[in-house]
């Protein structure tokens, strides 16, 4: 294309303004060629970015620097070139092919050897910052050509600004992706060296930059078209290392991207790799890391241990013996998770369930369902199904919780529990009748049967269901038949709920009604019978 000679200088300000037009008015141009789209794409993508940083420099306090007038004389004569290109390639009037090409990789180049230049004053601090925002950010129904050229300028602040510049940006991005998700869109899909940034920002010695920058990959992460280009991007190890030196909100938010990105176990290892697995075991057991971080931390972990190498790290880190401690935290959130990671970790593994119950696992649980303690519902009702999933299945898991004193904990909030935690115990004692005839013989004997029968005539056809064949499990133990006999409550209710069904004519009969004639007429007649003949 021939040895360019600038023009010569002039008055700074009207040269920048002159540039800011010029390169506008190429973008729009732009648009209109239909050859080399994907050279003249990376050509505009660039012109934007450069747009941006110059836009930025008009609004500082001082722009008449050689430097700065030198460098936008050399832009304007770049941007004069390319528009030559741009009207030949409307036009279609261009000599050949490959030359055509060459030309725009030259201009390519030229481009990015600007915005660097750019860069370069503006960190030198030639310049300095002399206004807040520069472009407003667009309303709610703007057109994404708008949103784009915002999210452009928020770019070249964050890659040329100083450091209150790079804060105010990274707030302003913040701002944005978390309310409206197109943006988060043209961020990844569009602008996405802004990614590149933000996981570059992710190792910033500035504390307020890594912070700011952990909060929007916390975003962008929950999104499912995101995981995959913020995991090409390399924001595994960043992240981590905010774990380990960020300050309180900077861990949190990475420990929530983190968690969501391990949703997809394939990502897994990489945090491995980067050590997150002892940066996030120290969390969960320092007690300096208590508070919002702890979820989402101990939430990567259980996301964690559906690899069978990464579980058996964890193990031997002593995690079973840090968790069951855990368990009996006051802290609610602490208590739920460790709970859960528990039973997570020991899910389809019978060495580990051992582990938990050889540790004390059976016993911190059944202490959060006493009613004396003043645990929360929420976390009782997580202890109760972990019982259920670590317990259920094993004689001698089943014969600890009795020690425990796990029966007359289910006893009571099957009679005094909140709705919720009633139902879990309700469907925790149907599950437990049906395990072994010891746990049959000692339910009857705390006195689970008179219970059942008050949840025959409940609203749930469920409870219903269950009640009724929890019974009928029961009283296939002579001694639970005697005692249910010598109470005449019992057989009283069930001859009055039978009474209420026959009354009815079959137009009639609702949905409990047709129940109790179901049962009477197979497990409560059997079990009627049984009773009067034991």
Excluded at 11 to 17: F, Q, V
Excluded at 53 to 81: P, R
Excluded at 375 to 383: C, D, G, I, L, V
Aim: some cysteine.
């Amino acid at each position: 294309m021939g040895e360019a000679k600038y023009p010569q200088d002039q008055n700074s300000a009207s040269s920048l303004r002159q540039a800011i037009e010029v390169i506008s008015s190429l973008i729009s141009l732009s648009h209109s060629i239909k050859v080399f789209t994907v050279k003249w794409q990376l050509i505009r993508n660039k012109l934007e970015e450069l747009n941006s940083g110059l836009i930025a420099v008009e609004n500082c306090d001082s722009s008449e620097s050689s430097g700065l007038s030198s460098l936008v004389q050399a832009i304007l004569f770049t941007v004069n070139e390319c528009n030559g290109l741009a009207r030949r390639c409307v036009d279609l009037c261009y000599g050949g092919k490959l030359l055509m090409q060459s030309d725009l990789d030259v201009l390519s180049s030229k481009f990015d050897q600007h915005i660097k230049n750019l860069s370069g004053i503006y960190t030198a601090g030639v310049l300095t910052q002399g206004f807040a925002i520069v472009v407003s950010r667009p309303g709610v129904n703007a057109c994404k050509d708008d949103m784009r050229f915002y999210l452009r300028d928020l770019l070249t602040r964050m890659k040329i600004g100083d450091t209150q510049m790079k804060k105010q940006a990274l707030f302003n991005l913040h701002e944005v992706v978390i309310e409206d998700e197109k943006y988060v869109k043209i961020v990844v899909l569009e602008v996405n060296e802004i990614v590149n940034i933000l996981v570059k920002f992710l190792d910033s010695l500035v504390i307020e930059i890594q912070e700011s920058a952990a909060k929007v990959v916390c975003v962008i992460s929950g999104f499912d078209f995101c995981k995959s280009v913020l995991i090409g991007a390399g924001v595994i190890g960043p992240l981590i290392r905010v774990l380990e030196s960020g300050n309180g909100f900077g861990k949190e938010a990475a420990a929530r991207s983190l968690q969501k990105l391990t949703e997809n176990s394939d990502n897994a290892w990489s945090v491995s790799a980067y050590g997150g697995v002892t940066a996030l075991l120290k969390i969960c057991s320092g007690d300096e890391f208590r508070g919002e971080i702890f979820g989402p931390a101990c939430g990567v972990l259980r996301n964690l241990v559906g690899v069978e190498e990464i579980k058996r790290f964890m193990i031997e880190e002593d995690a079973i013996s840090t968790f069951i401690k855990l368990v009996r935290s006051k802290d609610e959130v602490v208590q739920i998770n460790s709970i859960e990671f528990l039973q997570n970790i020991a899910s389809g593994d019978e060495s580990i369930r051992q582990m938990v119950i050889k540790e004390g696992g059976i016993r911190a649980l059944v202490r959060v369902l006493d009613p004396k303690s003043s645990f929360s519902s929420k976390s009782r009702e997580t202890a109760i199904r972990a019982i259920e999933k670590l317990c259920f299945t094993s004689s001698n898991a089943i014969n600890i919780l009795m020690k425990c004193g796990f029966t007359d904990e289910l006893l009571y909030f099957l009679r005094k529990g909140e709705v919720s935690v009633q139902e879990l115990a309700l469907k925790a004692a149907f599950k437990l009748c049906g395990t072994s005839e010891e746990a049959k013989k000692a339910m009857g004997d705390t006195g689970f049967m008179p219970e059942f029968v008050r949840f025959l005539d409940a609203k749930s056809y469920e409870i219903r269901e269950m009640a009724a064949e929890a019974l009928y499990r029961m009283v296939s133990i002579p001694k639970n038949r005697k005692r249910f006999i010598q109470d005449d409550r019992n057989i009283g209710f069930i001859l009055q709920l039978l009474d209420k069904e026959a009354a009815n004519s079959e137009a009639e009969v609702s949905d409990a009604k047709r129940l109790v004639r179901k049962l009477s007429t197979n497990r409560f007649r059997i079990m009627l019978s049984g009773i009067w003949h034991s």
